[in-house]
T-cell receptor, first 112, second 113 residues
Framework: AQSVTQLDSQVPVFEEAPVELRCNYSSSVSVYLFWYVQYPNQGLQLLLKYLSGSTLVKGINGFEAEFNKSQTSFHLRKPSVHISDTAEYFC??????????FGSGTRLSIRP | DTEVTQTPKHLVMGMTNKKSLKCEQH?????MYWYKQKAKKPPELMFVYSYEKLSINESVPSRFSPECPNSSLLNLHLHALQPEDSALYLCASSQAQDLGQQFFGPGTRLTVL
């Protein structure tokens, strides 16, 4: 069965500092991985997705993630965060075309 | 139009009430979803409709009754809910076979008294 683990429930960073949100996956089959973001009082929005090909995936709002098969990781990074990046971030895996399994989420809080 | 809309934004209901949540999309998506999200938790899948037919029911109690009148609309009928059903209810849609790319609405914040 496929699953994802987000290692940090909260990550506080200062504005304009870099950030990395960690995600590890477990799968015995072909891996597809996603990062979704949920801004306060909103629904979820797809940040980026890895289906195949290049292991470095670029998403919206300056975020990127690297698929690392040997470490079974798909960490999300941004070189310089802004107050507007304050949100909950979910790593996710689709066990089928109709389902998404979300990780437990990481709350990113930005300090001025 | 890449938007999923949900109404109402907030709903307060008693345990004996009957109410409905509504979701609408005009992106031509043929798969639609209901999720339940408790505070500080990830969304949990409740139902999936594919081509207007219910394809997945994640063992949801019968007090929640989904309906898909057409390819653009999705309803969730609520009856005899419990206080523990209070949560954010999210609707999403996608192309029927699009892995992971789901578009979410802003949700309905439900409070059951």
């Amino acid at each position: 069965a496929q699953s994802v683990t987000q290692l940090d429930s909260q990550v506080p960073v200062f504005e304009e500092a870099p950030v990395e949100l960690r995600c590890n996956y477990s799968s015995s089959v072909s891996v597809y991985l996603f990062w979704y973001v949920q801004y306060p009082n909103q629904g979820l929005q797809l940040l980026l997705k890895y289906l195949s090909g290049s292991t470095l995936v670029k998403g919206i709002n300056g975020f990127e993630a690297e698929f690392n098969k040997s470490q079974t990781s798909f960490h999300l990074r941004k070189p310089s965060v802004h107050i507007s990046d304050t949100a909950e971030y979910f790593c996710a895996v689709p066990p089928s075309a109709s389902k998404i399994i979300f990780g437990s989420g990481t709350r990113l809080s930005i300090r001025p | 139009d890449t938007e999923v809309t949900q109404t109402p934004k907030h709903l307060v209901m008693g345990m004996t009430n009957k109410k409905s949540l509504k979701c609408e999309q005009h992106m031509g998506h043929r798969a639609m979803y209901w999720y339940k999200q408790k505070a500080k938790k990830p969304p949990e899948l409740m139902f999936v409709y594919s081509y207007e037919k219910l394809s997945i029911n994640e063992s949801v109690p019968s007090r929640f009754s989904p309906e898909c009148p057409n390819s653009s609309l999705l309803n969730l009928h609520l009856h005899a809910l419990q206080p523990e059903d209070s949560a954010l209810y999210l609707c999403a849609s996608s192309q029927a076979q699009d892995l992971g790319q789901q578009f979410f609405g802003p949700g309905t914040r439900l409070t059951v008294l």
